[in-house]
């Protein structure tokens, strides 16, 4: 089953940075291509993707075996047939993954592939709505959520962003924070218990201009 997305077209630097992650965090994550929850679990102490499409979550569970058999090339697998414009992204995730830093280098220390596939074991991938998730989510909890452009571009958008978003934001614990990927179209005004994060927001659109199509905004519960 081929799936829709092989790599994410944002920029992947933005989601670690705009969400502070850390390892305390534990992250409900869009799931996608994967390339977002992998970035996030080398920070995170645990991340769960969720995707409603099969061929995606099967797609993950398929470069997490990959990483975990030490197959790089199949974690970056690109399909013969995807258009150019996929395999330019494809490109771009493996120079976020394979990048090195000198001081690496000279102490030998783990890269960062070798960081997260350290970490594979804290990595879940289920097949659900995220919304239907986050309304039946009962003793799980969250500290963060990375909704990639879902609330846009998904049915999401056509069920009402502000009460899901605030449905979430009140089952999140702290700090409590919601990583949206397209800033345009997100309406949430009056909403009574998120603020943007003017910080954290600035820091990943910063890093994402000129990266990727959209402004990203950060979200953060609200004390």
Not at 73 to 81: A, G, I, P, R
Not at 185 to 214: C, F, H, M
């Amino acid at each position: 089953m081929t799936p829709g997305y092989s790599h994410t077209n944002e920029c992947i630097d933005a989601i670690p940075a705009g969400m502070d992650a850390n390892r305390e965090d534990r992250i409900l994550s869009i799931g996608g291509s994967g390339d977002q929850g992998f970035a996030l679990l080398e920070y995170a102490n645990s991340v769960t993707n969720i995707d409603r499409e099969k061929a995606q979550t099967e797609y993950i569970l398929d470069r997490i075996e990959a990483l975990r058999q030490g197959e790089y090339d199949k974690f970056f697998q690109v399909y013969e047939d995807e258009v150019p414009e996929l395999k330019t992204r494809a490109e771009k995730a493996k120079k976020y993954f394979s990048r090195t830093t000198l001081i690496e280098k000279i102490l030998g220390r783990k890269t960062r592939l070798e960081r997260i596939r350290g970490k594979l074991g804290s990595l879940e991938v289920k097949t659900a709505d995220m919304h239907e998730f986050v309304r039946d989510m009962q003793s799980r909890w969250f500290s963060k959520a990375y909704l990639s452009n879902a609330v846009t571009f998904s049915k999401l958008a056509r069920i009402n962003q502000r009460s899901f978003i605030e449905h979430l934001a009140a089952k999140l614990r702290n700090p409590g924070i919601i990583y949206i990927a397209d800033s345009e179209g997100v309406s949430l005004k009056g909403a009574y218990n998120i603020r943007i994060d003017e910080k954290l927001t600035r820091i990943a659109v910063e890093i994402a201009k000129g990266k990727q199509p959209w402004f990203p905004v950060v979200y953060r519960r609200k004390a």
